[in-house]
């Protein structure tokens, strides 16, 4: 694709950053078969061709409107269309520096600024998560039907002691998660205590800073990513292995660290090395001997591989492979690669454009009628939970219990 920059953004870092990925896009379209908001509202300009192209106009020097904002605040960035791309578009790279400067030039109106800084707020810190549903358990049982699905019930945490071993990696405990779901990272603790593997959680290290920046706040999201790294780096220069991470849809960002710092002098090489060291659970486990857990399962699931997995890390198939080497029978499903809607604050955000998603996707793991759903992201997970006529967990979870 030919660009013409306006001066203004011509010779900057960020603006040879889009350059370089508006440059590699052919405008062939393939992009919006696989693209979800494409596929509900048949808009051109819903589709990552159509924002690619609005983008390029703001770059080349038109002004931002709300309308644009609009068709790139419906945009999940789940990056089926990079998956799906002949030509190698980094196409979240320019739709965070499109949002970035829309931002700029088109102020949202005070309550919605509030309301998404709220949002940042409430669900970017794990104790205020946790006093929030605390309350909301106390009065689920008086809620309307719809309120109450969308809190969930407290999980049964395994009660475990796990051992001093020699092999150490770090844990991100993260900010919905422990307060949603602290079942999760038990788990995951309790499967690497029988590998030898202790996985530490260091408490000053919390929200991976993929909310905010998400939410157009970019540098909160340095903020959280220097606090981890500060966190961290004792840890990792005493020889940790990796950091591993959960929830699937923060691990993208932590891999990106080196990437979101490279113009912060203080922070960009030990951003980079933090980053070369996060791992998702699933690519540790795949590289471990898994017999030494002894599982041997028979259950019928339907796992649901979340966008951050099969997408933004390239990881298709790899927990499905470990599912099935743990004795589980996996029925298939239809479409595994679109959103479920979940996306963060999205199905906050966008409910209309969340809530059908997320009844297409159920529709699809269910239709095979599956004992369980599996998933490998916290946001999923919840999302899927309010309406699946089965139990949704957390694959890690399988594993531990079996």
């Not at 669900?123 to 809620?143: T, V």
């Not at 699933?282 to 699931?301: C, F, P, Q, Y």
């Amino acid at each position: 694709m030919q660009t013409s920059l306006s001066a203004r953004y011509k010779d900057t870092p960020l603006g040879r950053e889009a350059d370089r990925v508006l440059r590699s896009c052919v405008h062939c379209g393939f992009c919006n078969a696989t693209c979800p908001t494409y596929q509900l509202l048949g808009d051109e300009l819903d589709g990552p061709r159509g924002r690619i192209y609005q983008i390029k106009q703001v770059l080349e020097g038109q002004p931002a409107t709300a309308s644009l904002q609009q068709h790139l605040d419906r945009c999940l960035t789940c990056r089926a269309c990079e998956t799906t791309c002949p030509s190698g578009v980094e196409y979240h790279r320019l739709l965070d520096i499109g949002r970035e400067l829309v931002e700029q030039q088109v102020p949202r109106s005070f309550l919605q600024h509030r309301y998404r800084r709220l949002l940042q707020y409430l669900f970017g810190d794990s104790g205020r998560m946790r006093a929030l549903l605390f309350i909301a358990r106390l009065a689920r049982p008086l809620l309307p039907g719809p309120l109450k699905k969308r809190i969930p019930v407290a999980g049964k945490i395994p009660r475990i002691t796990p051992g001093t071993h020699q092999r150490n990696m770090l844990l991100l405990d993260g900010c919905v998660q422990p307060a949603a779901a602290p079942q999760i990272n038990n788990s995951a603790i309790q499967v690497f205590d029988r590998l030898g593997i202790t996985l530490n959680i260091i408490p000053q290290a919390g929200c991976c800073g993929a909310l905010h920046h998400h939410l157009s706040d970019s540098e909160a999201a340095r903020q959280r990513a220097r606090a981890n790294i500060d966190a961290w780096w004792p840890h990792i220069e005493n020889g940790a292995e990796a950091i591993v991470i959960t929830a699937s849809g923060c691990a993208p960002m932590v891999k990106d660290y080196g990437q979101l710092l490279a113009d912060d002098s203080a922070y960009a090489e030990r951003a980079a090395r933090t980053g070369a060291l996060a791992r998702d659970i699933s690519e540790v486990l795949r590289d471990e001997d898994l017999a030494r857990l002894g599982t041997k399962n028979t259950g019928r699931i339907a796992f649901h591989s979340p966008c951050s997995l099969q997408h933004g890390q390239q990881l298709n198939g790899v927990v499905e492979g470990l599912l099935s080497a743990a004795g589980f029978t996996l029925v298939p499903v239809r479409d595994p690669h679109l959103c479920c809607g979940s996306a963060g604050t999205y199905s906050i955000l966008q409910p209309e454009l969340s809530t059908q998603l997320r009844s297409n996707k159920l529709h699809a793991l269910q239709e095979k009628h599956p004992e369980l759903i599996a998933t490998a992201n916290i946001g999923c997970l919840l999302h899927l939970q309010q309406q699946a006529g089965v139990p949704v967990r957390h694959w890690i979870e399988l594993l531990a219990n079996a």
